[in-house]
């Protein structure tokens, strides 16, 4: 069965960090591209941040450039988005998404990933 588990989400005050976990399981993640995406209540889902399938390619939304970083550990079939520095507008359902997409790319295009995790819950407030 294919399946993206989110993990490492929790409530955490303004300036904290947390460190999201993608971790597949049923497939390999190597030749996929991941992206992450987040849901605030009442506000449409925002792609924040994808890796390519070799990790050599990394794109973030403007929202998040310098604060969060994604990478991946293909051995461990995981991947990660560390956050740091978190606002209370960062709040929202996380979730990760795979597909396998051009080599050298990746997307933020939600309708792009045909598999997606559960999300995970990041709540920033003091």
């Known amino acids: 069965q294919v399946q993206l588990v989110e993990s490492g989400g929790g409530l955490v005050q303004p300036g904290d960090s947390l460190r999201l976990s993608c971790a597949a399981s049923g497939f390999t993640l190597d030749p996929y591209a991941i992206g992450w995406f987040r849901q605030a209540p009442g506000k449409e889902r925002e792609g924040i941040s994808c890796?390519?399938?070799?990790?050599?390619?990394?794109y973030y939304a403007d929202s998040v450039k310098g604060r969060f970083t994604i990478s991946r550990d293909n051995a461990k079939n995981t991947v990660y988005l560390q956050m740091n520095s978190l606002k209370p507008e960062d709040t929202a359902v996380y979730y990760c998404?795979?597909?396998?997409?051009?080599?050298?790319?990746?997307?933020?295009?939600?309708?792009?990933?045909?598999?997606w995790g559960q999300g995970t819950q990041v709540t920033v407030s003091s």
């Open positions: 890796i390519n399938s070799s990790g050599g390619t990394a």
């Open positions: 998404a795979a597909d396998i997409i051009l080599p050298h790319f990746c997307t933020v295009v939600p309708r792009q990933y045909n598999y």
